[in-house]
């Protein structure tokens, strides 16, 4: 069974980068098919998908975000990370890391997911 | 790129069925039949229910079920049970032009 945890601070100030990292166990991160995904969800508010990155290191964000994330894999440590730069009070959310089945746009695997607060 | 729409609660008692709907566009739930949805207990890790429209994953119920038609996609869910009061959500895919997902508002499921 995929197992994925996210771990990182709880709490950012204003104007620096929030970063996460998310820990695969149970399956390898270097393993074919999957993409490793970061989504978010703003309290009391829907989902928003963030970017995914593939053990190769290829990466894919969402245009909303592309100019300050960054995602990066260490298939070393079965992990993937989240850099997220230039936060305000509007990037307060919890933070999920997820696994996506290559070419079939679905999440089969999901972390418990990480409050991220944004504080001034 | 908008999020789907759901409505925000949907109740049911024990043994019945309940409908949730998700409607989009011709760019996400129109054009593909690429839905998914997503049940999520507070606190738990959001669990896949159905994928591709219609599929269920090994191990999930066939209480659950999927369809779609034209831009609205739709969980039912028959023989309601006390476990399946949670957070659902869809999510499908769009056009890479913008986000590669767009989400659902999410319905809360009570069961009375």
């Known amino acids: 069974q995929v197992q994925l945890q996210e771990s990182g601070p709880g709490l950012v100030k204003s104007s620096q980068t929030l970063s996460l990292t998310c820990t695969v166990s149970?399956?390898?991160?270097?393993?074919?098919?999957?993409?490793w995904s970061w989504i978010r969800q703003h309290q009391g508010k829907g989902l928003e998908w963030i970017g995914y990155?593939?053990?190769?290191?290829?990466?894919y964000y969402n245009p909303s975000l592309k100019s300050r994330v960054t995602i990066s894999v260490d298939t070393s440590k079965n992990q993937f990370s989240l850099k997220l730069r230039s936060v305000t009070a509007a990037d307060t959310a919890v933070y999920y890391c997820?696994?996506?089945?290559?070419?079939?746009?679905?999440?089969?695997?999901w972390g418990q997911g990480t409050l991220v607060t944004v504080s001034s | 790129q908008s999020a789907l729409t759901q409505p925000a609660s949907v109740s049911g008692s024990p043994g019945q069925s309940i409908t949730i709907s998700c409607t989009g566009t011709?760019?996400?739930?129109?054009?593909?039949?690429?839905v998914s949805w997503y049940q999520h207990h507070p606190g738990k890790a959001p669990k896949l229910m159905i994928y591709?429209?219609?599929k269920r994953p090994s191990g999930i119920s066939n209480r659950f079920s999927g369809s779609k038609s034209g831009n609205t996609a739709s969980l039912t869910i028959s023989g309601l049970q006390a476990d399946d009061e949670a957070d659902y959500y869809c999510?499908?895919?769009?056009?890479?032009?913008?986000?590669?997902?767009?989400f659902g508002t999410g319905t809360k499921v009570t069961v009375l």
């Open positions: 997820a696994r996506e089945v290559h070419g079939d746009y679905y999440f089969d695997y």
């Open positions: 149970g399956g390898s991160i270097s393993s074919s098919g999957y993409y």
């Open positions: 990155i593939y053990y190769s290191g290829n990466t």
């Open positions: 011709s760019s996400d739930v129109g054009n593909y039949n690429l």
């Open positions: 591709e429209g219609i």
């Open positions: 999510c499908s895919y769009a056009t890479s032009t913008t986000s590669f997902y767009v």
